[in-house]
């Protein structure tokens, strides 16, 4: 039983392998959070003290006891109005205009496998292997019952949350914030590690001591974004890769989020995660339901590394669906930084046949085949293939590049309508544009209104009539702005449009998903602005960057890597000089760079040396063979290529009897020290063998001073080093 119920010390306690997590129903009804770190048994509400703090206040029903305070005890969903002053889960705005809200425990009750949230993504897991808990919790005043969502997935220690709040009254209420989990901590002291980046310089790793202040991270763009990636991790201060404890809170959803964490006055910890509250206003009248999304909790005292495995293995196995979640990807060529929007269905073909001859299996027709879309200023919303452009149907060209041997996929922006298009000309009201006032435009595009169900179902039937016109067994759903000018014609609560254009997403997303089941879909937000395990549910593996610079892909991928598996990067081989970067680096280099991802190509590759050709062809081959390694195998950070000269990561199997290093010299100086990257996640007690040079070292010294990348490498260059167990 991972779920266990105290009776007499009234005590939810949840295990997983390793974990545990422990709350409390109090004297007067207030569930506190006690725990969650390593694995342990017994009751810690020893951990709770009490004192009479000053401003402070006491609930009534304490009486005169002034040492019980809502402002200082930990608790499991904190919401404004019961004396805590700390930033809330939970802001309820009632219809008389107060700000109350005072949840109590009512009942819980504890379930075979997972709970599942209607319209959202969520993690999903066998009767076998997942508990539920839900803890119901109710404000009759007000009317609010919240019910709180525990998911226990034992063997890969984690535990999922989320809340579902009714309004269980007779008068209207709003929710003016719904934070879907969070975290209080009596004790210790922690870094925060969150991911910032811009446009093509996504996830970029940032640690800093958790001090006195809330600190916020998030997006108001309606996407999870390119600035902020949905996921906070929390390290004590020694914890590095290898070892102390840390804890992830990875949040399911793809709108726009906050996450905070707050030092407050008596040295105590919160960390939560939830939907944007600025501009988030949700209605409920009396027996209306909202769903918070989900959010992925994992800690652990082994280190980083550790802690990130535990994400990769649940989004891999519990959050990834369809054939694709355990399918080798099919090795592609993308006709964007190819020919951008300069080709037609000859060149595509010409494209294919020399795809063919290097081994590539599937061809991508990214932006460009439809309505009239020579550039980025025309076109969107005009789902309808343009064969004057392509001088073919699309039938015809899948069908000549299936006769190549190839698969065949497209490029779809479904969300978003160019002002210059038969949509917007017949249908304006449904592009998110505020009464009186001119859109803000963003690539010259405007966004659809998906919060409306005619828009999406619209948009729904245009695009299956183009999937329907060829054999297509690819879809890259790309999303190419951020949300602004936010108004649906159809309610009156502005407050509820994003999370409902969300729900729109997943609703088409969903749809799509049942109608073409063996149709692999890629996600994309200008690369990696919607990189979240939200998509994930639907779209198993995500463009990571508009960037392909391989040395900036090697810090991207290394960011990503914290909170995502290797399974869902989308990386590719492109031309030198980049076309991001200007920078050259050698083919090799930027084959084991993409190799840490769903491997493919993206660039002319008619115009490649018969040397470059050999390569691309060795290339492939060399992915096919480690490919159930890299996207099954344990993944290790071996270096931080923000701080060393050496960028380095392995893949372990689970038998740990094969490894792939993988190293890329990231800089060079004259008179070079040697670096020695450490392997981890071997047997120390086994003698592993390198193919290259036939040599066999010991587990032991590999993980414990390591293996010299030798200066020779020179700048940029890279290695692939693979070892089997030997025997
Ligand atoms: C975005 C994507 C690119 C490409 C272009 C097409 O920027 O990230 O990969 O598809 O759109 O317009």
Request: proline share 3%; aromatic share 12%.
């Amino acid at each position: 039983m991972s779920i266990i119920f105290d009776n007499e010390k009234r005590t939810l306690t949840l295990h997983t392998k390793d974990t545990t997590y422990q709350m409390q129903v109090d004297a007067y009804g207030f569930l506190l959070h006690l725990y969650y770190g390593n694995r342990a048994q017994g009751c810690m509400d020893y951990l709770l003290t009490y004192h009479d703090r000053g401003f402070s206040g006491n609930p009534y029903d304490v009486g005169r006891d002034r040492t019980y305070s809502m402002d200082a005890l930990p608790q499991e969903f904190p919401c404004y109005g019961n004396g805590d002053y700390r930033s809330s889960a939970l802001v309820v705005q009632n219809e008389n205009g107060t700000y109350s809200c005072d949840l109590r425990y009512k009942t819980h009750e504890i379930k075979k496998g997972k709970y599942s949230l209607p319209g959202l993504p969520a993690v999903y897991a066998s009767e076998e292997e997942a508990q539920t808990l839900e803890v119901v919790l109710e404000d009759n005043v007000i009317g609010m019952e919240a019910v709180l969502y525990y998911g226990v997935l034992e063997k890969e220690n984690i535990i999922t949350r989320s809340v579902r709040l009714r309004n269980v009254g007779s008068q209207k209420m709003y929710l003016e914030k719904v934070q879907s989990a969070c975290l209080d901590f009596l004790s210790g002291k922690f870094d925060v590690i969150n991911f910032y980046g811009r446009h093509a310089m996504e996830r970029n790793f940032q640690r800093t001591p958790v001090a006195h202040s809330n600190m916020v991270i998030g997006s108001r763009r309606g996407t999870s974004s390119h600035q902020y990636s949905p996921l906070l991790i929390l390290a004590e201060h020694k914890a590095t890769e290898k070892q102390g404890s840390c804890y992830a809170m990875n949040f399911v959803y793809s709108g726009g989020f906050k996450g905070e964490v707050e030092m407050d006055q008596f040295h105590q910890t919160r960390a939560m995660i939830g939907i944007q509250d600025e501009t988030f206003r949700y209605p409920l009248e009396a027996g209306d339901v909202f769903f918070a999304p989900e959010v992925i909790l994992t800690c652990t005292n082994k280190g980083l590394n550790h802690l990130s495995q535990n994400l990769h293995t649940c989004i891999r196995k519990h959050i990834c669906r369809g054939r694709y979640r355990d399918e080798v990807r099919p090795v592609l060529v993308n006709s964007w930084e190819a020919s951008y929007f300069q080709f037609d269905g000859e060149s595509l073909c010409r494209l294919a046949a020399h795809a063919s001859e290097a081994g590539i299996e599937m061809l991508v027709m990214d932006d460009g085949w439809f309505g009239k879309r020579d550039d980025d200023n025309s076109g969107l919303g005009d789902w309808y293939v343009n064969e004057k452009k392509l001088g073919m149907s699309l039938a015809e060209l899948s069908r000549r590049i299936h006769a190549l041997g190839l698969k065949f996929g497209i490029w779809v922006e479904p969300e978003m309508v160019n002002e210059d298009s038969d949509l917007y000309q017949k249908h304006p009201d449904w592009a998110f544009t505020i009464p009186g006032r001119k859109p803000v435009r963003a690539r010259n595009q405007l966004v659809l209104d998906f919060s409306r169900k005619d828009v999406v179902d619209y948009i729904y039937d245009q695009i299956c009539k183009v999937l329907d016109q060829g054999e297509i067994e690819y879809l890259k759903w790309d999303m190419n702005r951020s949300i602004s000018d936010v108004y649906s014609a159809v309610t009156k609560d502005q407050g509820k449009v994003l999370y409902d254009y969300v729900l729109g997403l997943y609703d088409f997303l969903e749809r799509l998903h049942n109608r073409y089941p063996d149709m692999l879909i890629e996600g994309c937000s200008g690369g990696g602005g919607r990189f979240d395990a939200g998509m994930m549910y639907y779209t198993p593996q995500i463009w990571c960057s508009d960037n392909t610079d391989a040395i900036e892909r090697v810090r991207i991928q290394y960011g990503t890597s914290f909170g995502f598996p290797i399974s869902t990067v989308g990386s590719h081989v492109s031309a030198v000089p980049n076309h991001q970067t200007g920078r050259s680096t050698p083919i090799g280099t930027r084959g084991t760079v993409a190799m840490a991802g769903t491997f493919g190509y993206e660039l002319d590759l008619g115009k490649l040396t018969f040397e470059e050709k050999e390569e691309i062809r060795r290339q492939v081959q060399s992915y096919h063979r480690f490919a159930a390694l890299i996207m099954n195998g344990n993944y290790f950070r071996l270096t931080n290529p923000f701080e060393e000269e050496v960028g380095a990561w392995a893949f372990v199997s689970e038998e740990q009897d094969q490894v792939l290093l993988n190293v890329v010299m990231l800089e060079v100086h004259g008179n070079m020290t040697t670096n020695y990257v450490r392997l981890q996640g071997l047997k120390p007690e086994t003698m592993y063998r390198e193919e290259g040079s036939g040599r066999v070292y010991s587990g032991a010294a590999l993980m414990e001073v390591g293996i010299p990348i030798l200066m020779e490498f020179g700048e940029y260059q890279s290695r692939q080093i693979y070892f089997t167990k030997a025997d």
